[in-house]
Nanobody, 125 residues
């Protein structure tokens, strides 16, 4: 089992920036990791993912605005969010793919099945 603890959410005006972080109880660099979000009344959606080889994947809605990265020494995953829009308002969840094992060569949203508790991001217009 893995523990994922998110932090760094908050409130910001449209056009602003936030960075959310996730500390994991596993050796993060060996696994596919990602960020999802869920707004009220909507399904949870994959936002950004990173594999064991630093390959990344983004939802079309955030390309060019969000950047996923990790600090292996700190075992921490980040999501830098720039030029935020009101429609980015959601609870953001860190997720890990434990199904693919410790050598993950590509992010598959459906395999990111271990979740943190989430952190709220609110963007006002």
């Amino acid at each position: 089992q893995v523990q994922l603890v998110e932090s760094g959410g908050g409130s910001v005006q449209a056009g602003g920036s936030l960075r959310v972080s996730c500390v994991a109880s596993i050796t993060m660099s060996s696994y596919c990791m990602g960020w999802f979000r869920q707004a009220p009344g909507r399904e949870r959606e994959g936002v950004a993912g990173i594999d064991s080889y630093h390959g990344v994947r983004y939802a079309d809605s955030v390309k060019g605005r969000f950047t996923i990265s990790r600090n292996n020494a700190k075992n921490t995953l980040y999501l830098q969010m720039n030029n935020l829009k009101p429609e980015d308002t959601s609870i953001y969840y860190c997720a890990a793919d434990l199904l693919s094992g410790d050598d993950c060569g590509g992010v598959v949203w459906e395999r990111l099945t271990s979740w943190g508790q989430g952190t709220q991001v609110t963007v006002s217009s």
